[in-house]
Nanobody
Framework: QVQFVESGGGLVQPGGSLRLSCAASGNIFRLYTMAWYRQTPGKQRGLVAS???????NYVDSVKGRFTISRDNAENTMYLQMHSLKPEDTAVYYCNTAPILLNWGQGTPVTVSS
């Protein structure tokens, strides 16, 4: 069973940047379309960005032009580069397949605040 470990979150001021990482165990990572999701208290977990096994990307409108998703299949790792962060980006960020097929990791919290 593939497991995910997210990292890279933290506290950042509005307009700042962070780079999130998602490390996957197992050797089938390269076969999946992968995605970043985020969740705030009282709301459902929602998709932020996705990337196919060949590198095709898709973003929700609210992060287009600010976030970049990428992956390294050889390292079983996916990234989310976030720029121009806004308070509304504050959430716990998770990675998983798209559609969701596997167990969730612990997530990494991102707080955007002055």
């Amino acid at each position: 069973q593939v497991q995910f470990v997210e990292s890279g979150g933290g506290l950042v001021q509005p307009g700042g940047s962070l780079r999130l990482s998602c490390a996957a165990s197992g050797n089938i990572f390269r076969l999946y379309t992968m995605a970043w999701y985020r969740q705030t208290p009282g709301k459902q977990r929602g998709l932020v960005a996705s990337i196919t096994s060949r590198g095709g990307t898709n973003y929700v409108d609210s992060v287009k032009g600010r976030f970049t998703i990428s992956r390294d299949n050889a390292e079983n790792t996916m990234y989310l580069q976030m720029h121009s962060l806004k308070p509304e980006d504050t959430a716990v960020y998770y990675c998983n397949t798209a559609p969701i097929l596997l167990n969730w990791g612990q997530g990494t919290p991102v707080t955007v605040s002055s």
